[in-house]
């Protein structure tokens, strides 16, 4: 088979069938066979790509400079409501765009505070929104840069953007807190970190650094400013503070504390006795060699010693511990008993958000937490627990390598908020987020690691309204949580073209009546507030293909291999607000309500019995109330039929469907799980 210039976009079919006449004279024809084949778009095709870069001009002079900063997280519309987010570099593309003249709008409310366009003294960029066309119609890589003056007047010099990768992170991430033990880990961040950081510094006190609390030191500032590690041998240095003495024949247990979670693999003991005694320690009614003593200070102001056992071997669950003071003649004086729990792996999780609905638009995003507990109810062992989210997307958390190792917190607020302030987050630690050109790629799934019994990630809200589920498993153990997904209630925003060509000789266009004298064309996109609190998006576009014989008629989304390239050097983010197999696109939302009429579905999977889905082109009413309690009308007239194939899962090879001709987009793919001995209840 030969495909020629002349060829249709789409599926086409080949049919073939044999005929014959028997001896009998008698003559016989077999039923056709048909054969598809996919005709895509070639060198020549009419489809258009948009790229550009939306940037910081230092020197005013409209040109994008190799010591200029790209600006992230900046929102562009197209007038068929598509978008897209600019990556950590400020660039963009939009990979297949239909053919004719298109605008291309930059949304002002995704800009930081105080940044406007550059004057260039042209009147076509004085104005958020760009016209693009080219003589052919279609077929061309069109360019559009933005250019953005600073409020600041930044300099391009010394520029540094390493904090706002992907427009998701702050400039926060410069600036590391006070670096703390890799062990002391996170803990849940409450009473347990409080009790582990005091047991990770306990000992500090007799060799100088006063602690107060549970050491009984007065606060002071001695020789313990010097925190250099000494090699190993004797050293004497002197210490003004003042700590609580300690009777002959008695003894203090100052880490861990009783019922403490061991963070670590190891069990570190410290305890303090007379300066003349020693102290004797048992784990689990075994002696504790005194090869074990990682430290000894004697303070001859106080009369005390303190003994620092390092490396001792903790067992998940209660480890008890016994330590007993040892007189100078072998005299055994008092005993103190402990228990100390090490972690065991996870037997339970939850998952904690910083915020319980996240505003749409995909910038708005939350930190979630994954709380792992063992069978003691303690912050179970590190490990990795997997995240997915039914929409949205994940990122990973910076682990903190600058302080320490613990991780850190991102930023609570709109994505939009850290973008390009050179600010710190409004909440959280200061923290950023990793490079998202190494290992940060957006994803709805991501392994994350467990430290101190808590995983993190930065949830982004999806671009639509709904609900988010969050799912969280590592081994057997699982735990689902839903988060809401509310209206982003915005400034209005419109971008359209209407325009009327004359004569014969213009290019062909899609949608358009071939050989007309006179073609016209409306096509924009709106969002804004309608009638009070509701959100209203309408678009429409006169020229939109939905017939198919044109090859492109689809259900919520482009095909993503129809496109020109498959890498654009960028890692922009790409949204479609106006999912419609249909010219016209229409949603009103009000809080959890909403009604659309465009590409839907009918979301009705937890219904039990009654379960059912479908994605179609038409109206839904959903009416919901705080409760969750909800009620969804939906309404269409396809002409396409539903059809359903099950395939064994131990099957190998190519899966057969029953029909050939299926509507992209409009396939549902779902795992069941059934009885092997009556498969068909």
């Not at 693009?132 to 600073?150: D, M």
């Not at 096509?523 to 044109?550: E, H, K, M, V």
């Not at 050097?569 to 696109?585: F, P, V």
Request: without cysteine; hydrophobic residues 35%; negative net charge.
């Amino acid at each position: 088979m030969r495909v020629g210039a002349n060829a249709v976009e789409g599926d086409q079919f080949n049919s073939a069938s044999a005929a014959g006449t028997l001896a009998t004279g008698e003559r016989v024809t077999t039923p056709p066979a048909r054969a598809s084949v996919r005709v895509r778009s070639g060198l020549f095709s009419s489809q258009q790509v948009i790229v550009g870069r939306v940037y910081v001009d230092a020197n005013l002079n409209g040109q994008f400079d190799s010591d200029e900063r790209g600006l992230p997280g900046v929102r562009l519309y197209l007038n068929n409501g598509q978008s897209v987010i600019t990556d950590s570099e400020g660039l963009y593309n939009f990979p297949v765009v239909n053919e004719g003249t298109q605008v291309v709008s930059l949304d002002p409310v995704t800009l930081p505070s105080g940044y406007s366009l550059v004057d260039t003294g042209r009147r076509d960029e004085k104005s958020w929104t760009r016209l693009l066309r080219t003589p052919l119609g279609g077929g061309a890589l069109l360019r559009q840069n933005f250019a953005l003056r600073s409020p600041d007047g930044e300099t391009g010099a010394g520029v540094n953007n390493s904090g706002l990768k992907n427009g998701y992170a702050s400039e926060a991430s410069a600036k590391a807190g006070p670096a703390r033990g890799p062990l002391s880990g996170s803990l849940f961040v409450g009473a347990d970190a409080t009790k582990n950081d005091l047991a990770a510094h306990g000992a500090d006190g007799a060799g100088g650094g006063a602690r107060t609390n549970g050491e009984g030191a007065t606060k002071s500032e001695g020789a313990t400013k010097n925190k250099t590690p000494l090699a190993s041998g004797t050293y004497e240095m002197a210490t003004d503070e003042t700590l609580e003495p300690v009777a002959p024949g008695d003894v203090r247990v100052l880490s861990p504390q009783p019922d403490e979670t061991v963070a670590g693999a190891a069990l570190e003991i410290s305890a303090r006795t007379n300066a003349a005694w020693t102290v004797s320690v048992e784990v689990a009614g075994q002696r504790v060699p005194d090869s074990k003593i990682g430290e000894k200070r004697v303070d001859h102001k106080n009369d005390l010693a303190t003994f620092n056992f390092v490396g001792l071997n903790v067992v998940p669950g209660p480890n008890r511990i016994r330590v007993t003071a040892v007189g100078p003649d072998g005299a055994v004086g008092k005993s103190v008993e402990v228990t100390a729990y090490g972690r065991g792996p996870a037997k339970r999780l939850e998952i904690v958000t910083d915020k319980a609905e996240l505003s749409a638009g995909g910038r708005d995003s939350t930190t979630v937490r994954v709380r792992a507990f063992d069978q003691w109810n303690h912050p179970a062992a590190d490990g990795s627990v997997a995240l997915a989210v039914s929409s949205g997307h994940l990122l990973r958390v910076d682990d903190g390598s600058k302080d320490g190792g613990q991780q850190g917190r991102a930023d609570d607020g709109s994505r939009d908020k850290a973008v390009g302030r050179g600010k710190a987050a409004d909440r959280g630690d200061d923290k950023g987020l990793e490079n998202p050109e190494e290992k940060n790629a957006p994803a709805s799934q991501q392994i994350v690691p467990l430290v101190g019994g808590e995983g993190r990630a930065l949830l982004v809200a999806d671009n639509a309204p709904g609900a988010s589920e969050i799912h969280a498993m590592t081994g057997a153990v699982e735990v689902k949580r839903e988060i809401r997904v509310t209206p982003e209630v915005r400034p209005s925003i419109l971008v359209g073209l209407a325009e009327v060509t004359f004569g014969s000789g213009q290019p062909a266009l899609s949608g358009a009546e071939s050989g007309a004298a006179v073609r016209s064309r409306l096509a924009f996109f709106y969002r804004g507030q309608f009638l009070g609190s509701n959100l209203l998006t309408l678009a429409y576009d006169s020229n939109r293909p939905i017939n198919r014989t044109a090859g492109r008629d689809r259900l919520f989304q482009f095909d993503p291999l129809d496109r020109a390239y498959p890498l654009f050097g960028d890692s922009s983010t790409r949204y479609e607000d106006a999912q419609s197999n249909s010219k016209l696109y229409v949603r009103v939302d009000h809080k959890r309500s909403y009604f659309l009429f465009g590409d839907m579905e009918t979301e009705n999977r937890n219904a039990g019995l009654a379960s059912y889905t479908r994605k179609l082109t038409g109206v839904k009413l959903h009416l919901e109330d705080s409760k969750g309690d909800y009620v969804s009308v939906t309404g269409a007239r396809p002409d396409t039929a539903f059809a359903r194939d099950t395939f064994p899962g131990d099957a190998l090879g190519f899966a057969h469907l029953s029909h050939a001709e299926i509507l992209p987009g409009s396939e549902t793919v779902v795992i069941e799980v059934r009885d092997r001995r009556n498969p068909e209840a």
